[in-house]
């Protein structure tokens, strides 16, 4: 399971950092994704970071304003939000996909059968 932290509420233009920490297991050898879903929306992909070469991937519209990183020693991932705006409000949760060894994060991510989903983390932005 992953456990995910770091949510909040804040002001439209402010900046959070999430973390999502791997509980029993390590992220070596796997795809970690963080998804959202806001109020009566489908959930979202949005980034992505592979444990394999550390490549990331983000969707395009937090490209330029969410940075993803991982941690193998630490078995925790981030994300790093900016400039955030009202449209960024959502749950975000965090998951895991097995990935074979040169397996680098790209758009097909969004198609991957990601797992171990946690409880998610809130940010709320205001405008």
């Known amino acids: 399971q992953t456990v995910e932290s770091g949510g909040g509420l804040v002001q439209a233009g402010g900046s959070l950092s999430l973390s999502c920490a791997a509980s029993?297991?390590?992220?070596?050898?796997?795809?970690v994704a963080w998804f959202r879903q806001a109020p009566g929306k489908a959930r979202e992909a949005v980034s992505c970071?592979?444990?394999?070469?550390?490549?990331?991937f983000n969707v395009d519209s937090v490209q330029g304003r969410f940075t993803m990183s991982g941690d193998n020693v630490k078995k925790t991932v981030f994300l790093q939000m900016k400039s955030l705006t009202p449209e960024d409000t959502a749950t975000y949760y965090c998951?895991?996909?097995?990935?074979?060894?040169?397996?680098?994060?790209?758009?097909?991510?969004?198609?991957?059968?990601?797992?171990?989903w946690g409880q998610g983390t809130q940010v709320t932005v205001s405008s």
């Open positions: 970071w592979s444990s394999r070469d550390g490549s990331t």
């Open positions: 029993g297991f390590s992220f070596d050898g796997y795809g």
């Open positions: 998951a895991v996909v097995p990935v074979p060894r040169l397996w680098s994060c790209s758009s097909r991510f969004i198609t991957d059968p990601f797992q171990s």
